[in-house]
């Protein structure tokens, strides 16, 4: 009983340090006088009053039900204007509230920290469901969104080495992709479902990813010890694709070549983060 108390003690004395208010020094962009003025003055133009009622009777619902207020739209647009202030000058980009700015999509922010783990998830969820049940429908569900997650994941590395300097570039890259992604599905839906072309393009695109990641770790090994991690994670998961490629009887009548390549997938994502 003693003990039970004393940890319901701990756990309130935590939840209540928790809940008291500490002093915050900010980040560097949201104490940037430019930005504070442009917040303060959307705030009163945009978010009392009529002004407020018009910002609520135009704003999306998926918006509003992110909890997506006028104050945040306001540190969003003050953001963005400050941020290109300070591409203008020649300056790195600041943080503001604790990330580096990013674009926001249906109220959520950071935008690729929000997609990168829903793609991966719908492509395992749907190569659970094919090897679960294997029909034509879940076959092609599973490959395609395998696909997206490779292009995914050269668009995450163009984003990575490029940021912010060449916003235009990384568009038009996002299009193409995206363009690729939607030509590649539509060949192997309209035309034919080719198990080597599928593959093939796949590969190509994993090489690329490798390449483009290692000429960056290269570049900045010098000022950045730790590229050496994802150095080795970029090999390591090439490596690990070659599982692919090998067709043996599993092991244990359980482990296939596809198993263990999922399986080594998952310790390199410790490494990587």
Known sequence: MAAGGAARTALLLLLGAAAAPVPARGSQGD??????????????????????????????????????????DCKYECMWRTVRLYLQGGHRVPQFHGPVANWHFG?????????????????????????TRDTAVTEKLDYFCASAVVL??????????????RPALISIFRAFLLLFLA?????????RFDYGY???ANAA??????????????????????????????LLL???ALLELLDFPPLFWVLDAHALWHIGTIPLNVLFY
Not at 38 to 55: D, I, P, T, V, Y
């Open 198 to 200: 599928n593959m093939a």
């Open 31 to 72: 104490r940037e006088p430019l930005y504070r003025e442009c917040l303060s003055r959307c705030e009163r133009q945009n978010c009392s009053g009529a002004a407020l009622k018009h910002f609520r009777a135009r704003q999306p619902l998926y918006m509003g039900l992110t909890g997506w207020s006028c104050r945040d």
């Open 152 to 165: 995914h994941s050269v668009y995450l590395c163009c984003v990575r080495t490029l940021g912010l300097q």
């Open 107 to 131: 109220g959520c922010q950071p935008t690729c920290s929000l997609l990168s783990p829903q793609v991966s998830l719908n492509a395992w969820f749907w190569s659970t469901v094919f090897h």
């Open 205 to 234: 695109i994993g090489l690329l990813n490798l390449a483009w990641w290692l000429r960056w770790c290269l570049q900045n090994r010098p000022r950045l010890p730790h590229v050496w991690k994802c150095a080795a994670v970029v």
């Open 238 to 240: 090439q490596a690990l």
């Open 183 to 191: 030509c590649h599905i539509s060949y192997l839906t309209l035309v």
